[in-house]
T-cell receptor
């Protein structure tokens, strides 16, 4: 039962380094979402991607953050020049194509990548 | 005003109690509604989808009130294992992504 796979599960970076988080969606899913959860806060939407396309990046910080979902391989969330405030859990989720009250409505989450910036 | 609002709690209830959570949303064009459960340092897991007039799954009942723009989750005969944070999520209008409330923390006490 291959769910949404994220790696690394835990990542420690020093201030100024780069963090790369990877996400492989569930089999058959072509839509990927990234969310961030700061300590003691709710899930905040960052970006929604389909293969080779960024569909909605309205939740992405304007600087240092980027995301991609190439034709081959996992989706990657990249954080450049990390700062302590980037310490959070980053969750990837995926869904099937489809709209309305179809299976494409349901979004499934990976186990998360926990970034700590020291 | 936040798009999706929940009472953060905490709700501390004894085993066997019935507990209800509410969640309000601001976008009247929202079409899809969900309840997720999140354990400490774990990912959110889908608990229930809420469509039209709501639905029931065992001890859990979800209701949707479009006129007042809120959804509710009722847990009957609560178990210790129900202790978690319950997140409501709304998919608004044409957007595919979910907007989450900040979650309601539930602790079921022995």
């Amino acid at each position: 039962n291959a769910g949404v796979m994220q790696n690394p599960r835990h990542l420690v970076r020093r201030r100024g380094q780069e963090a790369r988080l990877r996400c492989s969606p569930m089999k058959g899913h072509s839509h990927v979402y990234w969310y961030r959860q700061l300590p003691e806060e709710g899930l905040k939407f960052m970006v929604y991607l389909q293969k080779e396309n960024i569909i909605d990046e309205s939740g992405m910080p304007k600087e240092r953050f980027s995301a991609e979902f190439p034709k081959e391989g996992p989706s990657i969330l990249r954080i450049q020049q990390v700062v302590r405030g980037d310490s959070a859990a980053y969750f990837c989720a995926s869904s099937q194509p489809g709209t309305g009250q179809s299976s494409g409505n349901t979004i499934y989450f990976g186990e998360g990548s926990w970034l700590t910036v020291v | 005003r936040k798009e999706v609002e929940q009472d953060p709690g905490p709700f501390n209830v004894p085993e066997g109690a019935t507990v209800a959570f509410n969640c309000t949303y601001s976008n009247s064009a929202s079409q899809s509604f969900f309840w997720y459960r999140q354990d400490c340092r774990k990912e959110p897991k889908l608990l229930m989808s809420v469509y039209s007039s709501g639905n029931e799954d065992g001890r859990f009942t979800a209701q949707l009130n479009r006129a007042s723009q809120y959804i509710s989750l009722l847990i009957r005969d609560s178990k210790l294992s129900d202790s978690a944070t319950y997140l409501c999520a709304v998919k608004g209008g044409s957007a595919r992504q979910l907007t989450f409330g900040s979650g309601t923390q539930l602790t079921v006490l022995p």
